[in-house]
């Protein structure tokens, strides 16, 4: 259910300003926005739509059931001039959609910020369905760069003189609306990860030299010195004012002939007799408060040094937020070398290396970039070896696979349990579960997809859209490759021509899509 002004209320309100790009978070989001929509608004003539059935057409003739059960309705709103975009579509969709946007044949897009990365695509205006966001944790404001990078496809060269950008205000959180300023756009940060394979490549390609300069030049390491330093010259500059501050206080601070203390003592009467209930049981602290302010003020011109304890307060509050962001660094920073020696002893205590010479598995794991430990035992072990290739591919597909929170897929018609039984045995050889992520999820999938299955049924054995099916397989492809490159480079020509024929069987149909 919508609060705030509904998609029909807001393209009325900037139809002066199409074609747009509606920005919404999440797929299903997205849909239902477009469906609205497209319940009250028709944008295309009919040679227009004359256009867009002959794009359609045309697609269709390349990829039969493009549209399929779940996209009908797509084809319903295109011929409106009204589309959705999201990851959750199959390359030749996105690619129709993409086309159509292109053509002028799409007025308002609903897409997810997904589109607003890599090919540009700019509109006459960019509007967003709210600035907050679920992150996989929780509901929080966009960021300054990812507002801007959405809103910078706002104006198109040598169309629109400004790019204008409208943010639907929900009622509910009027206050996360977000106003954001260009300069105070998030910097990008560095981040080095030293996976088993950037170990083993250092310790084949460089020199002992070569590495530590690596591991203490990288950005990473850089920025977070540089916002160090930046930060405790910062922290010194605010030393001194507060020193040069306290310079005009005199011996008797803090003593009751001292204004300053005098006037400390003046409140907490004047709140202990407010508070009459607390009096009763404070009697000696009220009395010992009475006798001090019996003693003499010092005659001073005691104003300086109120001005001057109100500014050293004001610098104490600026000095704890700088060591807050100081211990953060610190908590975050991360000791590259200790890190780079952790690796390099797990993989000289799994075989892959002794010293810095690589054995068997490690020179097999050099040419793997995705969960190499994992992918090398499965190779080492055997299990691989003694499977038939479709449930080969069923394994595969499964390697840094990070299923989301409802996705439910048929279970796998093979056996799993020696695939997790070596997760098991690496986990109890040190071996983090980052370098061990697999998941049973996709298994049928793939091995389906191996066995011929069509793409329409591979959507009937569960939930994943076309675009998840699609991205699961085009990965376990390249991780096919690395295999190839690794059998190959180890004199495994058995090995070799498995993963090259497994990865030919699932480069097809729509799989194998390469757009125009």
Known sequence: MLSGPTPTEVVRAIQDYLPALYFAFGRGRVEMLAEELGRDWDFLSVQEKREVRRLIKE?????????????KNLRRLLLRGIGYHHAGLSPALKDLVERLYESQLVYVLFCTETFAVGVNFPAASAVFDACRKW????????MAREFFQMAGRAGRRGFDPVGRVFVRIDERFPEQTGFYREEEVEPVRGR??????????????????????FLEMNLATYQSSRESRQLQGEVERLRQQVKELARCFC?????????LFRLKIKKELRRMRRNRRGVK???ERLRALQDLLKAGRKDCSYRVC?????????????????HARL????????DYPEEFRRVWGLLESLGYVQGRELLPRGRFALHV???EILVTELVFTGIIADLPPWQVAGILAGVDYLPGRDEEVVEPPFPTEPVEELRQYLFKRGVPESFCLWSPVPCALAAAWYQGASFNELLGMGNLQEGDIYSLLRREIDLLRQVERAAQATGDQGLARLAREIRNRLDRDEVAFVGV
Do not use: M
């Not at 992150?135 to 966009?142: A, C, K, S």
């Not at 080095?192 to 300069?213: A, C, F, G, M, Y």
């Not at 211990?327 to 991360?334: H, L, N």
């Open 59 to 71: 697609a269709e003739e390349g990829y039969p059931g493009l549209f399929g059960p779940r996209r």
């Open 306 to 322: 109120l001005e001057a304890e109100k500014e050293i307060r004001r610098l104490e509050e600026q000095l704890h937020v700088l």
């Open 135 to 142: 992150d996989g944790h929780e509901f929080r404001p966009l």
């Open 369 to 371: 970039h995705v969960q």
């Open 192 to 213: 080095l990860v030293l996976s088993p394979n950037t170990v083993l490549s250092l310790l084949h390609w460089k020199s002992d030299e070569e590495i530590q300069r």
């Open 251 to 259: 011996d008797e601070r803090g003593q009751p002939c001292c204004e």
């Open 327 to 334: 211990r953060e660094i610190k908590a975050q920073s991360r």
């Open 281 to 283: 049981g404070n009697r």
